[in-house]
């Protein structure tokens, strides 16, 4: 069953920067919500590939990609995950990007998360006009 996102989940995101593995390759989860989450790793994925990641206290999650620009992956969980877990992964990330590091680079991920936060929204109204047209 595929997750459905909610376009109020889109404030909920929660910058951070966690090491982490998906499949055996190491990323860093840039941002996460209940409903997914912003990775960043020089391996090339293709939108649509699933692959499990290892949340702290949420423990394996299934995950598919939905959107990519460079090595930024817009990610979406298959189940929402807990508060607790977004919590867990917030107390155990490196200091959040922006408190240190290039201006640009900085730049460059508030335009990735404002992407992101779009294309939720959209996804969103998509799914609201697919249930429409499931119950007419």
Same mark, same amino acid.
Not at 12 to 25: C, N
Not at 38 to 63: C, I
Not at 98 to 103: C, L, M, N, V
Not at 105 to 113: I, K, P, W
């Given at each position: 069953? @595929?997750?459905? @996102? @909610? ?16 499949? =055996? &390759? ?8 209940? $409903?997914?989450?912003?990775?960043? $790793?020089? $391996? ?9 990641? *290892?949340?702290?206290?949420?423990? @394996? ?14 990610? &979406?969980? &298959?189940?929402? #995950? ?11 990330? &490196? ?14 991920? *508030? ?10 929204? #959209? =996804? ?5 006009? #697919? ?6």
């Amino acid at each position: 069953m @595929k997750c459905r @996102k @909610k376009a109020s989940d889109a404030g909920q995101r929660r910058a951070l920067m966690l090491g982490a593995e998906a499949d =055996s &390759e190491p990323v860093i989860i840039r941002d996460i919500s209940l $409903t997914g989450m912003l990775l960043e $790793t020089p $391996t090339a994925m293709l939108v649509g590939s699933r692959f499990e990641v *290892e949340l702290p206290h949420a423990g @394996k999650v299934a995950v598919a990609v939905v959107w990519n620009s460079g090595e930024f992956y817009g990610c &979406e969980f &298959e189940y929402p #995950i807990s508060p607790a877990a977004v919590r867990a992964a917030r107390l155990q990330s &490196e200091p959040a990007p922006g408190d240190s590091g290039p201006a640009l680079a900085n730049d460059a991920l *508030e335009e990735l998360r404002a992407l992101n936060e779009d294309v939720e929204r #959209i =996804s969103a109204r998509l799914d609201r006009a #697919i249930d429409r047209l499931s119950y007419e």
